[in-house]
């Protein structure tokens, strides 16, 4: 599917300049509409040829033309050629691949399969996974200085009962993650990456409340701090600077990886779960106010208005059937819709099927539908508060068929397909990225002045001395560090930016 995707995406660039003039589709053809399943790793699905072949017939019957399944669950893949080593968990052993399983058996009946990949969430198992490889045995509590990976808490605290999380703010961590995702695409005939747990952890205890995070103070993260900010203390979870600095942390991250999903495959979608945490933003006066924002340092309204995202799959987890949380549902959907017309990216309201009847469920699905909205159920594996509750596999059988007959029958009647990445297949602006280096060491948050169509912006490199800036008009751009105080012979570079590329540019520059 991906190498049919490719070719059509290469025939639609090689005619964008003549998108204007191309006809109008066929009114038979099938509506565009997001459908999909969340597929977990916790629970069946996909550990066994078996499962995977049910799992494609119950996705035809709900009539979902997207599957987003679980591959990286704690930096161990449901797949055997990856850079994340092969999981521990009982899935039938190899040759047998569950990632080429699924998308061998999906492809086959025109479904889109996305690999799901956990971000932040490091290891929750008192007992260590096998191989020497993994990321908690490499880089966990065993590991000191830079090679320590671990987000910690403000009280000290790194590992949560048996719950270790990755702190983003970390270089090599971020370089792991984009290279562990950049192998999957390489390797795997995926239609996407969707990134879980793209944020700070939960656990917090200072008394902020629901709009302050106590993450982020591993000695990594604080020395990054302190250098881009020039301050010297500790700063308290509540500070305005150092919260902002993380949300940054989290934004790069996400940069980073659609940038590179480009340059691997621009066919392949990035979509990421959007924290809903209680009410909307109309509900707190602005997105800056709700929890997602405040509270787990996720901007995904900033992600998909700067274009470094094609897809928020929002996980709108909320409870049909009790008013406030019903209220709570239709606020999000209003700002998840508000986002799309904003951003002009595809997005998609996921309920909680694990939470509601069958018959509240047909409800949420109704409400997303009417706005516009694409379809996500979480989940899979449980379908219903009935099936959640049920320890009998027979229940959990019988619920799903129920679920996807009553979708079929009231809400997702016709056909759809998934909608059209038009920023991909008919682009209008390209993206420029590079690195700086400054005594042949990367440069670390370093301003950068880019300068041309339209006017000037300025960007800021990682941890590795990257950058990157989207939605830039075709043209000729000068890139120039902004500030010339710790450099010396500063000379900016130009390069051409061509609609639906990336262009590269590097500066190696001496300091003072």
């Keep these: 599917m991906k190498q ?60 979902a033309n997207a599957l987003i399944v679980q591959t990286v669950r704690r930096y161990d893949c449901f797949c055997n050629d990856a850079q994340y080593p092969r999981t521990d968990a009982a899935v039938a052993p190899a040759p047998y691949d569950p990632l080429e399983a699924i998308i061998d ?13 956990n971000v932040s969430t490091l290891w929750n198992s008192a007992t260590a996974p096998t191989s020497p490889e993994h990321v908690y045995n490499a880089h ?27 702190d983003p703010a970390n270089p090599d961590a971020v ?68 919260s902002h600095w993380r949300r940054e942390q989290i934004t790069n991250l996400v940069r980073k990886i659609y940038v590179t999903m480009h340059e691997t495959d621009r066919t392949d979608r990035l979509s990421i779960n959007g924290i809903t945490y209680a009410y909307g933003p ?46 709570m549902f239709a606020t999000w959907n ?72 009553a979708l079929r029958a009231e809400v997702f009647t016709g056909e759809a397909r998934v909608p059209e990445m038009e920023w991909k297949t008919r682009p209008t602006d390209g993206i420029l990225a590079g690195q700086v280096l400054i005594d042949g060491r990367v440069a670390d948050q370093v301003a950068l002045t880019i300068t041309g169509p339209g006017g000037s912006r300025t960007v800021r490199t990682d941890g590795d001395g990257w950058f990157a800036a989207l939605k830039l008009a075709p043209g000729r751009y000068k890139v120039k560090i902004a500030d010339t105080a710790a450099v010396r012979g500063v000379r900016p570079q130009h390069v051409v930016v061509d609609a639906g590329e990336v262009a590269r540019v590097e500066l190696s520059l001496r300091g003072k």
Aim: no cysteine; glycine share 8%; net charge negative.
């Design 105 to 117: 058996e999906a492809h086959a009946a025109g479904i889109e399969v996305h690999a799901w990949v």
């Design 334 to 405: 209003d700002f998840i819709a508000q986002t799309q017309r904003e951003s002009g990216r595809d997005m998609v309201s996921g309920p909680a099927l694990y939470l509601n009847d069958i018959d509240s469920s047909v409800q949420q699905a109704r409400k997303v539908t009417e706005l516009g909205l694409g379809w996500s159920g979480y989940s899979y594996a449980n379908v219903s508060i009935d099936a959640t509750a049920a320890t009998d596999p027979a229940v959990k059988v019988a619920e799903r068929e129920a679920v996807a007959r």
């Design 175 to 242: 370089e792991y993650i984009v290279d562990g995702i950049r192998s999957i695409q390489e390797r795997y005939d995926v239609d996407g990456i969707n990134l879980d747990y793209i944020r700070y952890p939960d656990y917090n205890v200072t008394g902020g409340g629901e709009f302050t995070n106590d993450w982020g103070y591993s000695d990594v993260s604080l020395a990054r701090f302190r250098a881009a900010t020039g301050r010297t203390d500790v700063p308290e979870p509540a500070d305005e600077e150092f």
């Design 4 to 63: 049919l995707a490719a070719s059509l995406l290469a025939g639609a660039l090689a005619v964008s300049a003549f998108a204007a003039t191309t006809p109008a589709r066929a009114d038979d053809a099938p509506a565009e509409q997001w459908r999909s399943y969340w597929v977990d790793a916790f629970n069946p699905g996909i550990y066994d040829p078996a499962q995977v072949g049910q799992l494609v017939e119950d996705a035809k019957a709900v009539g």
């Design 140 to 166: 966990g509590l065993a590991a000191s200085g830079a090679d320590r990976w671990l987000n910690k808490r403000h009280d000290g605290v790194e590992k949560v009962g048996n719950n270790t999380f990755i």
């Design 282 to 327: 109309s509900h707190y006066g602005s997105w800056e106010q709700a929890r997602p924002y405040a509270n787990v340092m996720q901007d995904w309204h900033g992600w998909a208005r700067e274009g470094i995202v094609d897809t928020v799959t929002a996980m709108n987890y909320k409870r049909e059937w009790r008013d406030d949380q019903a209220e």
